[in-house]
């Protein structure tokens, strides 16, 4: 059995040209951990990393950051300038946007930082500014357009869980950009460029500019092939998450086998499953469900699905790879035994 329905974008065209969709994942990468959010902040050293190539090690002391372009007066700033201002501490989880439905890199951290648009109002934006445009120490670069960035939710963070920031999670400074998969929150920035545009490095390469994070459910436990002891209680959990955009997860439901108990097809039972942490709209929500496991044998496909708040309910046939975040059920196997 596997009703998944699912339809593969291999590829993405870009001016005409036709480019397969590059994974932003190493191969390397071991996922264990991270699908399986079992506590709302992600234990230290567990939080995904993803970049371009290796980590840039920067010295608090030796950075500078510019704020140039479309201003009234470009300024440079230093750390100490920016650890200086006012600051929030705030929690926040972040995705990234070239996972498969099921694989999806996300965490939760609690950060600290300024808001973006209190340090741009120190060099003042021009009219004419339609994009906030970031370098790293890297060489990665992206864009954000200028009603997203002057959001107060949108950050210049400098601590992560208490400490200054990893030099892995983008030591001295990141971008943090609720609503927006992980492409446009930039780590080691060093500029930061008002402009009327920009098309930044992994948009050269065919993933979504916008990169709104789509509203997803993830199974964490069990995991594909599970085995399960027939007659007890088993707990599924997982995480779902919408980053803002649907005003939040209003409910999670659980299904087994499509709720198909009788020989009558397409009857779907959906059963609530309870949220056990969560924060705010802008991390994701932690649920389970206490499943009593039936006495038949066999394999079982288990499926999740989230309602927003403002009403979205997630769909069933989606893409497992789109350039602007996968979406669809997840769907995992498990096989009950007898006990
Ligand atoms: N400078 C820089 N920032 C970056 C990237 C990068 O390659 N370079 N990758 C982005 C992507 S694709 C993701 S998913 C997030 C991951 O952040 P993390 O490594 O702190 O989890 O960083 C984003 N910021
Ligand atoms: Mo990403």
Redesign the pocket.
Known sequence: MNRRKFIQVAAVSVGGLTLPLRS?RPESEILEDILKPASMITPKGK???????EV?VLKAEHWRMGITGLVEKPIMLNYEDITSMESVTTMRT?????DPIGEE?M?NAMWTGVPLRNILDKAGVKEEAKVVV?R???????AVPMDRALREEVLLAYKMNGEPLPA???FPV??LNPGH?????????MNITLAESHVG??EEKGWDPVARVKLATLIGTPSNDAVIQAGGTYTISGAAFDSGNHGGIERVEVSINDGITTSVDDVNTWEAADIWTSDSPLTWYLWKYRWQVPDNLGEVEISARAIANDGLTQKEAGFDADPAGAVGYHFVRAEIVSG
Do not use: E, M
């Open positions: 932003l939080f995904y990393v993803l970049q371009i190539g840039p972040l995705k990234c946007i070239g890199q965490s970031f790293c120490a890297d060489s990665y670069h992206t892995k999670h983008g990141r971008l998969y992980g492409t446009k929150n930039p780590k080691w920035i490095y992994w």
